[in-house]
């Protein structure tokens, strides 16, 4: 198969994570005779360091004329102590989820066997935990009408749904319960909020044309407390882009670092895969950064594609990396093994050669 993916490294440590990957899908391509062609551009702040925007006209096109695109990370904390800055990083990759319509954000938790002692949550309650977070991505108070008064006292963030955005994200939803354990929960503030009400309404009206699924309710407040208590007890969970943004860090404690999580947004279109976790700026350049939730999402690029048996090779390489603990610092404390030795070592594992790390 041929396939253009556009590459946008970012910030922090985007470009180091997203190298591995690079490396990783180059030696998929290799052993499976695939083309698959690479092309960089520039997002976040590095892009307003080069060119005064956050998503250049230039990097935007080579997303829309790509297959996919893989990114790395966004963020810089320059900006995060400058409320009166117009231009912030994080506005490209708002912008592109917008452009592209990428509007379901999915987003898989599990539990590693091998890791469960790493998280901070009682090991019985973790083991076996394994969910997948549908957030919706290109609605709700990101993207409401947004407004500070002039004599800068009061501000307003507009939080607005409407029923064809929540039905399209939950068709979504209800398929993937489908073929899980046919259970899905919805997460809103309905006690409370005239667009969670519209949530509960949408999705239970179309939960008749899913009679297979049990549907149920959670109200985040609940629901965060609940995630931390008993993970086990979520399977599909759907909710609006605020809420799923805050339960997916949340959920990450269960795997025992977020530097494991994986997603992918996907649109009519287009389709973007990037790590959850952010630019981690204090680890920039240190080579400590985990690899592996940016690899991960390039194994959901390739299912995205249908290419099942290349992601699974892909899946099983990390297990192995993580059973041998040829892992960075964030789940090896010991004795870890850097971002680029990570990537080295899955590389080896697919491109079947000589392990160059451990032997
Ligand atoms: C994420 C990030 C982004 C978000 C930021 C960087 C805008 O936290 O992808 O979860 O809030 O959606
Ligand atoms: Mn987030």
């Not at 489908?178 to 509960?200: G, P």
């Not at 009519?268 to 240190?286: D, K, M, V």
């Amino acid at each position: 198969m041929k396939l253009n993916i556009a590459v946008l490294p970012g910030d922090g440590i985007g470009p180091e994570i997203t190298q591995q990957s690079v490396k990783v899908l180059k030696a998929v391509a290799d052993r499976f005779d695939h083309d698959f062609y690479f092309e960089e551009a520039l997002v976040g702040a590095v892009a307003i360091d080069f060119s005064g925007s956050p998503l250049p006209d230039s990097t935007l096109e080579l997303c829309k004329r790509s297959d996919a695109v893989l990114f790395g990370a966004i963020g810089d904390p320059k900006y995060d102590n400058d409320p009166s800055a117009k231009v912030r990083p994080e506005q490209g990759l708002l912008k592109l989820r917008k452009e592209l319509g990428l509007f379901a954000n999915i987003r898989p938790v599990k539990a590693y066997d091998q890791l469960v002692e790493r998280s901070p949550l009682k090991v019985e309650n973790v083991i076996g935990a394994d969910m997948v977070i549908f957030r919706e991505l290109t609605g709700g108070i990101y993207f409401g009408e947004k407004s500070t008064s002039e004599d800068g006292k009061s501000a307003s963030d507009l939080c607005t749904y409407n029923v064809e955005e929540i039905e399209r994200i939950a068709h979504l939803a209800f398929k993937a319960a489908q073929i899980r354990s046919k259970k899905l929960t919805l997460v809103d503030k309905a006690n409370v909020l005239e667009t969670s009400r519209l949530w509960r309404k949408t999705v239970t009206e179309l939960a008749k044309q899913y009679p297979d699924v049990i549907l149920d309710f959670l109200f985040v407040d609940n629901a965060a407390m609940q995630m931390v208590l008993d993970p086990k007890q979520f399977d599909v969970i759907l909710t609006e882009n605020m809420f799923g943004d805050i339960l997916s860090d949340e959920a990450s404690v269960i795997g025992g670092s977020i530097g494991l999580l994986e997603s992918a947004s996907i649109g009519a279109r287009n389709a973007l895969f990037e790590p959850i976790h952010g630019s981690y700026p204090q680890a920039t350049g240190l080579g400590i950064a985990n690899p592996i939730a940016s690899i991960l999402s390039s194994a959901m690029l390739l299912e995205h594609f249908d290419l099942k048996e290349e992601a699974a090779v892909i899946r099983k390489a990390v297990e192995m990396s993580i059973n041998l603990n040829v892992c960075t610092k964030d789940i090896n404390k010991d004795n870890h093994y850097s971002t680029s030795k990570v990537g080295d070592f899955l590389e080896s594992i697919i491109s079947e050669t000589e392990h160059p790390v451990i032997n």
